[in-house]
């Protein structure tokens, strides 16, 4: 490692858990650890299922603790969820779950004072039940939202309790659904109109800009001696994560795998065409003026949540007994909000495979195999949809996140889209992270180089598709039928 390489901590807090990792950054060189991992175990109250802050604040205190002096620190998260402040600077209450039941009806009723259709044209936001343009509706009628000072993301929250300091970092600020894509500022009109107060959100940053300094009582609580500011970065999980994609060039598709699975393209423009709305495609800013043109799907969640139906047993077990279960036997739409909400997946998709004509799959193998099969038949539809509705070809899928440790689903990806997947930087929110707080200080270049340094320090695994498209035809075939 070269005498002038820099650590860097990376705060990467995930649905079902966080972790700091620790990025060692040189001319040429490049090592990520785990320095901390903590649960993040979300808590269903009388009031309805909220995330537990202050549990989260601690691993992060712990994780920078076990980290070490560090050059600096950056925070990404899950999106569209935030704290809401008081005029001291205090949390009113524990930050609302996405998955949270209060948005039911709440998207018709935006929709009959701003247009579904002018919606996207203004913000390039696909819909989702739980944007947080529909949370702030649900709660108008609030005493926490009268009460409400300040309106802080969740790793702006994080990192206002570091340092004192607030503001709000772009990337994520785009998937509040407040955000114009086009001048990547603030849909001044769309929230007037809606009643939501702008006013609300501290002043953007954008990734690379400097967020503070950690307090005196984090630097004696923490251990860490010298003074340390942290970065901001692509405080999105996904904006990070796709900063860490090993590409060369414009002709690839991406594909973010974890909890949700987020499938799409890097842009230079968004597409807020109508045509691109009812394909449910969102367009969330990214690093260097990129636009994240991508299809959310519902992604690992739903095995996941089988695991905890079957009392968790090991993922590589359900894996080995998926690859000997019946190919495209039966599938389902991975994007469908019926599987949004926790809880009795298994029967969930058992039933929908009945309500579809389709075989019912019953032992763990057939419906880890259904729920495989159903995500590379909906990787293969967005990067399709992708490339026809922004008129963008692509010659290679790239993997990234915690899928890439699953090789039975990137060979699916790539025998359902045709294209070669190359896998690779499993921790790539993680990695995004520490590049751009590395850029920041000067020991990368652009994006370009953030990627070329990955591609040459972190191992890809590359998988070529197998024939057998037919199949692929039909089984997408027996969805649109349902």
């Known amino acids: 490692m070269s005498a002038a390489a820099r650590s860097y901590a990376a705060v990467d807090l995930g649905a ?25 175990r979300p808590v269903r109250v009388p009031e309805g299922l909220r995330w537990d802050a202050l549990a989260l604040y601690g691993g992060v205190l712990d994780g920078l603790r076990a980290a070490g002096q560090v050059a600096s620190v950056g925070i990404d998260s899950w999106a569209v969820d935030y ?49 947080t343009l529909y949370q702030l509706t649900a709660a108008r009628a609030s005493r926490q939202l009268a009460q409400a000072e300040r309106l802080l993301l969740i790793p702006d929250l994080l990192a206002y309790w570091l340092t004192g300091e607030q503001g709000t970092e772009l990337t994520n600020a785009s998937t509040t659904q407040l955000i114009d894509p086009r001048t990547r500022t603030w849909a001044y009109g769309i929230a007037e109109r809606l009643g939501i107060d702008l006013a609300l959100f501290p002043p953007l940053r954008q990734p690379g800009d400097p967020a503070g300094m950690l307090r005196p009582e984090v630097l004696a609580e923490t251990g860490l001696g010298d003074p340390v500011p942290v970065t901001a970065v692509g405080s999105h999980d996904t904006a990070s994560a796709v900063a860490a994609v090993p590409a060369s060039g414009e002709r690839f598709a991406y594909i973010c795998t974890g909890t949700w699975s987020l499938a799409g393209l890097e842009l230079t423009a968004p597409v807020l065409t109508e045509e691109s709305r009812a394909a449910n495609f969102t367009n969330e800013l990214g690093l260097d003026g990129t636009v994240r043109y991508l299809r959310n799907i519902m992604g690992l969640w739903l095995l996941q949540e089988c695991q905890r139906a079957w009392d968790e047993p090991d993922v590589g077990l359900l894996l080995r007994e998926a690859g000997t279960a019946p190919g495209l036997r039966s599938v389902v739409d991975a994007g469908d909000e ?50 026809r509705l922004a008129d963008h070809p692509v010659d290679v899928v790239y993997v990234v996140g915690g899928g890439t440790r699953n090789a039975l689903l990137c ?14 930087a499993t921790e790539a929110a993680a990695f995004g992270n520490v590049l751009v707080q590395a850029r920041a200080h000067g020991l990368v270049g652009d994006l370009a180089s953030m990627r070329g340094l990955l591609t040459r320090t972190q191992p890809l695994t590359r998988y070529a598709p197998r024939g057998d498209e037919a199949r692929w035809r039909a089984a997408e075939a027996r969805l649109a039928q349902r």
Request: with cysteine; charged share 20%.
């Open 83 to 131: 704290g809401l402040l008081d005029a001291d600077g205090a949390l009113l209450g524990n930050p609302v779950h996405y998955r949270d039941a209060r948005t039911e009806g709440v998207a018709e009723k935006v929709w009959a004072t701003v247009p579904a259709g002018e919606l996207y044209g203004a913000t390039g936001i696909q819909y989702a039940p739980f944007n």
């Open 16 to 40: 079902s858990g966080g972790r700091v990792m620790v990025g060692r950054v040189g001319a040429g060189s490049l090592e990520l650890g785990e320095a901390h991992r903590f649960p993040n």
């Open 338 to 387: 019926r599987f949004l909400a926790p809880g009795r997946m298994p029967q969930r998709i058992a039933a929908a495979c009945r309500t579809s004509g389709q075989p019912v799959p019953v032992t763990r193998g057939e419906i880890t195999r259904c729920i495989l099969d159903s995500l590379a038949l909906a990787h293969r539809r967005a990067v399709a949809d992708a490339q």
């Open 411 to 424: 060979q699916l990806t790539a025998d359902a889209s045709g294209l070669p997947v190359v896998a690779g």
